[in-house]
């Protein structure tokens, strides 16, 4: 586990104090993300997102209290069919869309947006599967159950803390 800590980062004219604490646990297909943001005013959004370089369409899945954003097929250099997916608690997510293929800021990428609470931090993780890793991420399906699994398992951590 490590953090990353940015003090006093201006966003549209305010202040944030914001701590990105990132877990990887082994064994795990995915790594996990704790987002802590002081200064909230109230009306803010924590936005991530997954690569969309090759134009690939992005679907969703929910298990297990998690929505699931994933895109899976032909996106890589050898023309391999990685797959990549963020996975939100259900209570947290708020939507997702595709940011425009060409232009200033963000291109190229399925955005998502989690709700912020002071309270608590904003979590999501990013899985990836490859099929020099595993030959059975070469199918969609198997990725699908692949992200279910991922799903259970941070449900069923969460349940016992």
């Avoid at 947006?113 to 099929?131: D, H, I, Q, T, V």
Wanted: proline letters at 3%; glycine letters at 8%.
């Amino acid at each position: 586990m490590f953090e990353l800590k940015y003090e006093g980062v201006p966003i549209a004219g305010r202040s944030y104090d914001i701590t990105h604490r990132i877990s990887i646990y082994a064994g795990d297909l995915f790594y996990r993300n704790k987002v802590f943001v002081d200064g909230l005013r109230g009306d803010e959004e924590l936005v991530t997102g997954i690569v969309n370089m090759q134009q690939k369409e992005f679907f969703e899945l929910e298990e297990s209290g998690y929505k699931i954003v994933a895109s899976h097929g032909n996106q890589a250099f050898l023309g391999e069919n990685p797959g990549m997916a963020i996975l939100v608690p259900a209570n947290q997510f708020i939507e997702t869309w595709k940011s425009p293929d060409e232009g200033d800021g963000i291109v190229e990428t399925h955005m998502i947006a989690l709700r912020l609470n002071e309270e608590k931090p904003s979590e999501y993780c990013f899985f990836s599967g490859w099929e020099y890793q595993d030959e059975g991420f070469k199918t969609r399906d198997y990725f699908e159950n692949q992200l279910i699994i991922a799903a259970k398992k941070m449900s069923d951590f969460n349940s016992s803390k």
